[in-house]
């Protein structure tokens, strides 16, 4: 289930986000203790849904600032209106802990743990004496210092599971954003979902809709398997769109989440029996070579995989950024003794620069401040150097941008001047965002034929994809999400 909490500073605006929560939430939390001049009937006879009514000093992460009687008291009138669910927590002094206990009626007791500073190493001592309380829900929300903190959590909602026990299990701040997708399909209780961004009631609380509409965790699924990026950062990554929609697409239970890792070996090791293939981005994507136990050749040649697939003979290393822009590339052009010009000396310049050489193009790569980073590109590749400055004294067949220049919000810069674009050069851009950059514009007005990133990010994301699964990659609708999300910014 999706719970939204109901943060509203008045109680005009707590009606009207209970109004917009209704067409997602699957139940609603009242925190009473964020809404100003609370009207608890009122508020309660709101909604058709079901509602938890929640009063949280500060020490508990809440803002109540009356006493602990005047706290408990209020939970008591939501328990004589009816309220379905009240939560209270375990560290209630003991007396009023019991009067609540003792006289719940109908209104299930969701009893509560939280620790704002750390996952504690072992939370099971923890849950066995919340069991011993004769609370219907136990709750137990810890913060994330490592992503290795929502294993603990995934291991203690397996035996609460195991046991009948029904458990709201859940890790907070960045570090813990996994759970709150993967907690309910886990055997969770529910999950907190933000109706908007800024009404979050804790960190790392994710938007309702997302959870609804891309993670689909409203819908309990057997047997699915666990896909990913890992990377850090990994906020702005589109991976979870697309990857979640061509699931959708196809009917496959599986899901695709975003892991932000610190330390790729021990992030492997740990989750390695977790998830059946992974996105690789930056920095991660040299340093998962030595864990594989087989690489590509193109993966290999270029020390980086941006793929990671499950095989019977164990996990095997890919890279389709390169065979992704190759895909693009010659949907356009023969590469074939084609010159190519390649702006830019990171990772994705590398891998295209090695595919394109791989197909007999004659390739420079150009530099700017860094000459000596390039210079290194130039000799791994085995290509000619060239000064940003200096490139308008030679033809090119096809133009690659590889750097960030014209990336949103920098929609106005561009990494080659307009006055050297010739009619007939096949243009590239790596940056998808946006769509069109000033380059491509540029290049289009001279009579170039451009490519944009948004096809090599799709071609890369559809290897991915169908290597994973072994089917068919609705391309279609992968392109359509990513262009939807890229409109909305």
């Given at each position: 289930m999706i719970c939204i909490p109901i943060v509203g500073s008045s109680m005009e605006k707590a009606l009207e986000d209970i109004s917009s929560a209704e067409k997602i939430a699957d139940i609603i939390e009242l925190r009473l203790d964020l809404i100003a001049n609370f009207d608890l009937p009122a508020l309660m006879q709101a909604t058709a849904l079901p509602c938890i009514i929640t009063n949280r000093t500060k020490t508990e992460g809440g803002q109540f600032k009356g006493t602990e009687g005047e706290r408990v008291q209020i939970l008591r009138q939501a328990i004589e209106a009816g309220a379905d669910y009240v939560d209270i927590e375990t560290s209630t002094p003991r007396e009023l802990l019991k009067s609540v206990l003792d006289n719940k009626g109908k209104t299930k007791i969701i009893l509560s743990f939280h620790n704002f500073t750390n996952t504690m190493e072992d939370l099971e001592p923890l849950y066995e004496i919340m069991c011993e309380l004769p609370g219907d829900i136990l709750k137990i929300v810890t913060y994330a210092q490592d992503i290795s903190d929502n294993l603990k959590m995934f291991k203690l909602l397996e035996r609460a599971q195991k046991e009948g026990r029904k458990l709201i299990g859940l890790c907070m701040g960045e570090h813990g954003e996994l759970s709150r997708v993967l907690s309910p399909l886990l055997g969770g209780f529910l999950t907190f979902g933000a109706l908007e961004t800024g009404k979050e009631s804790a960190p790392g609380q994710i938007l309702a809709s997302t959870l609804k509409n891309v993670y689909r965790v409203d819908r309990p699924r057997k047997n699915f398997k666990v896909y990913g990026v890992i990377g850090n950062p990994v906020s702005k990554s589109m991976g979870y769109l697309i990857h979640n929609r061509a699931f959708q697409e196809i009917g496959s239970p599986d899901i695709y989440v975003s892991f932000l890792v610190k330390n790729v070996e021990k992030f492997f090791n740990e989750f390695k029996e977790f998830f059946s293939g992974l996105s690789v981005t930056m920095p991660c994507k040299e340093n998962i070579i030595p864990l594989m136990d087989e690489v590509d050749a193109t993966a290999q040649k270029i020390g980086a995989a941006n793929t990671v697939v499950k095989?019977?003979?164990?996990?095997?290393?890919?890279?389709?950024?390169?065979?992704?822009?190759?895909?693009?590339?010659?949907?356009?052009?023969?590469?074939?003794?084609?010159?190519?010009?390649?702006?830019g000396s990171g990772g994705t310049a590398k891998a295209i620069g090695y595919g394109v050489t791989a197909k007999g193009a004659r390739l420079t790569v150009t530099y700017n401040k860094n000459k000596e980073r390039s210079k290194k590109l130039a000799e791994e590749l085995g290509c000619r150097l060239a000064s940003i400055r200096d490139i308008g004294d030679h033809d090119f067949d096809v133009l690659i941008n590889c750097s960030p220049v014209g990336m949103s919000p920098h929609i106005d810069t561009t990494p080659f001047p307009i006055r050297n674009l010739k009619s007939g050069m096949v243009v590239c851009d790596c940056v998808y965002h946006p769509p069109e950059t000033r380059l491509l514009k540029e290049a289009r007005s001279a009579g170039c034929t451009v490519i944009s990133?948004?096809?090599l990010f799709i071609n890369q994301a559809v290897g991915q994809f169908e290597m994973w699964t072994g089917k068919k990659a609705p391309v279609k609708a992968m392109r359509d999400v990513l262009m939807e999300k890229i409109e909305e910014k």
């Open positions: 095989e019977k003979n164990g996990w095997k290393g890919y890279n389709t950024d390169c065979t992704g822009a190759i895909q693009a590339l010659e949907a356009q052009v023969d590469l074939t003794d084609k010159n190519v010009l390649i702006i990133g948004v096809e």
